[in-house]
């Protein structure tokens, strides 16, 4: 979708309703920082306002809430990466180093959002370097079996005029080989 349209929002539900399914999930964050997206994921869980969440009223709640999903199995991990600069080569070793210091194995990768990452070839050019890190995601999601990774990206302005109905494969900005390299695409349209 567009800038500021719910993307980051979207991804956040995904993550709540993979722990509701007992999933161990890994959050790389590369635009929004670990205390907001925390903030996001405790307005999801329990469907309150970024001020009720701030007030501290909940907080009893809400931990109460994170511990079930803990004793269910279910994990959330949030890491903020710098953008530009983080390869899946860096996610490598961060799910390296859970799985060798705590024993945990995440299903699920959340890239928030992958057109902001660099490619394992160095390419800076944004259609060289989009495509490629969607192909570096697909190996990393075979190589370490996860099951799903989640991303969003940005659509063209020319797409504003399809919002409401469809998306095309071609308003998908900066890099339409994005789709090669994925095995689903779904755009947050608003009607």
């Not at 999801?44 to 969440?53: F, G, H, R, T």
């Not at 990393?140 to 919002?163: F, G, I, P, S």
């Not at 109905?165 to 998908?172: G, P």
């Amino acid at each position: 979708d567009k800038p500021k349209k719910f993307k980051t929002g979207m991804l956040i539900n995904a993550a709540r309703l993979l722990l509701r399914r007992k999933k161990k999930i890994l959050y790389i964050d590369l635009e929004n920082g670990e205390d907001e997206l925390m903030i996001r994921t405790e307005e999801s869980i329990k469907n309150k306002s970024k001020l009720e969440i701030l007030s501290g009223e909940l907080d009893k709640s809400v931990q109460r809430t994170l511990k079930k999903y803990g004793r269910l199995g279910a994990e959330l991990a949030i890491k903020r990466m710098p953008s530009s600069t983080t390869t899946t080569a860096d996610i490598a070793d961060l799910l390296d180093y859970c799985r060798q210091e705590f024993g945990l194995e995440f299903e699920y990768l959340i890239v928030d959002y992958a057109g902001l990452m660099g490619a394992s070839t160095g390419s800076k050019e944004d259609t060289d370097r989009i495509g490629q890190v969607y192909l570096d995601l697909a190996n990393l999601a075979t190589e370490y079996d996860l099951e799903h990774v989640y991303t969003a990206h940005h659509v063209k302005r020319d797409a504003e005029k399809r919002e409401a109905t469809k998306y095309s494969v071609n308003d998908i900005a900066k890099c339409i080989d994005i789709v090669r390299h994925v095995q689903a695409v779904w755009g947050l349209n608003r009607n």
